[in-house]
């Protein structure tokens, strides 16, 4: 399973494990772009879109998920604000609260997945 699967270095991961015979799932929030890669990466490719920072969303894709995973590429993340403008410097407080939203989602983001497969599709995970 390669999160983060769609495109840039989740997807050249996945192609590789695929190059390599192996079946592989790749999730990830876009579900138009996950299709379309998983299309192109050929049968052994298989989309799963959720949003991985969403303990609800990563519940609900667990009974979706095979029995064993092998292999988990924890590749999901990213800055979710101020990615592409440089925030006023006068707002401290708000840019402070930003960072910290970011830091939690991208550290749940890399968890949820692994307590997940190591569990699936048995218990909760979020």
Known sequence: M????GNGIGRA????????????II?????????QTAAELGPLARALDFDASDPDAVEAAVAQLPGTIDILVNN???????????PPRHQLKELREA?????????????????????AP?????
Do not use: F, K
């Not at 991961?13 to 592989?24: D, S, W, Y």
């Open 27 to 35: 999730t990830g929030r876009r579900a138009q772009v996950l299709r």
């Open 99 to 119: 960072w910290l939203r970011n830091i939690e989602a991208n550290l749940m983001i890399s968890t949820r997945p692994v307590n997940c497969a190591d569990s």
């Open 2 to 5: 390669v999160t983060g699967g």
């Open 76 to 86: 999901a993340g990213g800055a979710t604000e101020y990615a592409y403008s440089t």
């Open 13 to 24: 991961i996945a192609e590789h494990l695929v190059a390599a015979g192996i079946e592989v």
């Open 122 to 126: 048995r218990r909760p995970c979020g």
